[in-house]
């Protein structure tokens, strides 16, 4: 178990984007940007989300209120450090612009914000990605405003202080996380989220799921040694009121995430949907996340061959809710002890119809593998091509994440990793 500080903390910090929330809200960008004086905005975006003309119809509403724009539609999926340099260079080539707008999912919202930093502060990437890939330099000058609008439900990217990639030569995943980076405003519209294929709408969902199950796991703030107010940081371990956003998540989740995979057109399960995956970014967004997350991005960033349904085909990859989705049982089976009441309340709360096991560490693991069966998750990581042999590397790359690893209950060491590792080669 964590050690017990010698001068706890004694204060949590919480913050938010402003949020506008229903069907329609899409149509008001425009109204909402020229509050803030914008004239000039560039709307981000990939190519599958351009193709449903969402994007094109937010630049039509935009117009109505003088507010030229232009759509940049090469967002990659899954955006790695050469993706986002291209997308910051085609940026400053078109600027410069008051406002930036981001449509899609997790890529999308993570591309404008790198965008952002980096058309308004000096440097490279790589000054600003998390030690110890980078040199985790903070921005010295504000941000324009980023508006996220997201059409998936899932990722919480429009809510939360931080921007995910991969480093290609690296072949690891890790990020950019400071507070300058939270959009100033989320526009999540359930309408834009009914063409999310049954593949997207899983991988996603589970990203939700682990989202709340992470920051109500994670370490508790008192756990920490009382910071200096400029050492603050925006994971801040788990608190009152992100336990407040990640309990409604799970609620919500229990009663719509099969149906939403089951018919994209239900339309209230949609709605749920999207109103979970808010509730756990607002959630994990101060609370922060741990192992399943920080075994995710080597698990993504060193695919090979594997192809999920529902996404683009001309590249090999694991989609991230997929990636944290399937260490999650072994993690949560590793990090019991530390929390036990909290664990046995998530599992209630995700499957309130599971019957209590007879170890209650396998109650929370459980509810996760009859969700993730239900909604046609790989069996494991050996499901989307990784052998034991590989487990190295894995945890090689997952002990690159100190600042998810440190949000865990209890202390990780690589040989803990490796267990979970070996341990969710096969789920079921």
């Not at 709605?271 to 959630?283: H, K, R, S, V």
């Not at 994990?284 to 741990?290: D, E, K, L, P, S």
Request: proline residues 9%; charged residues 20%.
């Amino acid at each position: 178990m964590a050690a017990v500080p010698s001068d706890p903390e004694s204060v949590f910090t919480y913050a938010a984007p402003h949020l506008k929330f229903g069907p329609g809200a899409s149509g008001e960008i425009g109204f909402d940007l020229a509050q803030y004086g914008v004239r000039r905005a560039l709307i981000v975006t990939d190519p599958g989300v351009a193709a449903t003309g969402a994007p094109e119809r937010i630049a039509d509403w935009m117009k109505t209120y003088g507010i030229e724009t232009e759509v940049f539609d090469g967002v990659h999926v899954e955006p790695t450090d050469a993706s986002l340099r291209h997308a910051v260079d085609r940026a400053r080539e078109s600027g410069p612009w008051d406002a930036y707008v981001a449509v899609g999912g997790g890529s999308s919202i993570d591309t404008a914000k790198a965008i952002n930093l980096l058309t308004t502060n000096d440097g490279e990437l790589t000054d600003y990605l998390n030690p110890p890939i980078g040199a985790g330099r903070a921005p010295a000058r504000p941000l324009l405003p980023l508006v996220a609008v997201p059409t998936t439900t899932g990722t919480g990217a429009e809510s939360t202080t931080v921007c995910v990639l991969d480093v290609l030569d690296l072949k690891v995943k890790t990020g950019i996380s400071h507070p300058r980076l939270r959009p100033a405003l989320a526009v999540v519209d359930p309408d834009l989220t009914v063409t999310q294929p049954a593949g997207v709408t899983a991988s996603a969902g589970m990203d939700i799921v682990c989202h709340a199950l992470e920051s109500y796991t994670a370490r508790p703030y008192t756990s920490y040694e009382r910071k200096a107010p400029e050492q603050r940081v925006p994971y801040c371990g788990a608190n009152p009121v992100a336990d407040m956003w990640s309990e409604r998540a799970l609620a919500l989740i229990a009663g719509s995430f099969r149906a939403a995979v089951r018919d994209g057109g239900d339309v209230r399960a949609r709605a749920d949907m999207a109103l979970a995956a808010t509730f756990a970014g607002l959630g994990f967004g101060n609370a922060g996340v741990h192992i399943p997350h920080a075994g995710a991005y080597p698990i993504a960033g060193r695919v090979r061959e594997f192809r999920p349904d529902g996404y683009p085909g001309e590249e090999p990859l694991v989609p991230h809710g997929m990636a944290v989705a399937l260490t999650a049982p072994e993690a949560f089976r590793f990090t019991f002890d530390a929390c036990p009441e909290r664990h046995l309340r998530a599992a209630a709360l995700l499957d309130p119809a599971l019957e209590r096991q007879d170890d209650p560490a396998e109650h929370l693991p459980e509810a996760l593998l009859r969700l993730m069966r239900d909604i046609g998750m790989p069996d494991g990581i050996g499901g989307v091509g990784y052998t034991d042999a590989d487990v190295p590397d894995l945890v090689d790359g997952a002990m690159k994440q100190r600042r998810l690893l440190e949000t865990a209950p209890r202390p990780v060491t690589g040989e803990d990793l490796a267990g979970v590792f070996h341990r969710s080669m096969t789920l079921w």
